[in-house]
């Protein structure tokens, strides 16, 4: 039977877990403070671990915070910048701060319809002899194998189907088929 929140407050084990991850948490907000919070540029924030608040907006240093942080260390962290956002949108310094080259997204393309013969969940390949490549067909898009092993965990030579190689062009290609 599961504990409760409270009984767990009694649990020599769990106690001793809750301690070591808050004894390296304090060590890592005193490291940081060492360098005012910042590395390589990057200000860093802490979480408040009863309010789940940033440390910057304790009302008073006490309890595990006390002999780690001090008054001027709340106002190190809550640093703000002078440059308003007319400067950022009319400099280079918003690219610097802000990467807006994004690259990651992109559009996924559909068949609207599938070769004759041809549904999702089937198994395909070329026509041409050479191609020994294997795809599944899901969301009307063709996925290829990761590899031999995984087309035959999940398939077999019985179940795959050949199509022309202009009809497996036709179809969009979707992520790699891991399984």
């Known amino acids: 039977m599961p504990f409760t929140k409270e009984q767990l407050k009694n649990v ?3 106690k ?3 301690d070591e ?7 890592r907000v005193k490291e940081l403070k060492q360098d005012n919070f910042r590395r ?3 200000l860093y924030s802490f979480e408040e671990i009863i309010s789940t608040n940033g440390l910057e907006s304790l009302e008073k240093i006490e309890g595990v915070y006390e002999g780690v942080i001090d008054r001027n260390d709340l106002s190190t962290m809550n640093t703000t910048s002078d440059v308003t ?3 950022l949108a ?3 310094i918003l690219e610097q701060t802000i990467n807006r080259n994004i690259s990651e997204l992109s559009t996924s393309r559909f068949a609207e319809t599938l070769p004759d013969n041809i549904v999702n969940g089937d198994d395909v390949t070329s026509d041409d002899f050479n191609d020994l490549r294997i795809y ?3 969301n009307n898009q063709k996925r290829l194998y990761a590899d031999e092993g995984i087309f035959f965990a999940n398939s077999g030579i019985l179940n795959l189907k050949t199509i022309t190689e202009t009809q497996l062009e036709n179809i969009p290609s979707g992520e790699d088929f891991e399984w």
């Open 12 to 14: 020599g084990f769990y």
């Open 16 to 18: 001793e877990f809750v």
């Open 21 to 27: 991850l808050q004894t390296k948490y304090l060590e």
């Open 40 to 42: 390589n540029g990057v």
């Open 85 to 87: 956002s007319e400067e």
């Open 90 to 92: 009319k400099t280079s």
């Open 136 to 138: 599944r067909v899901e």
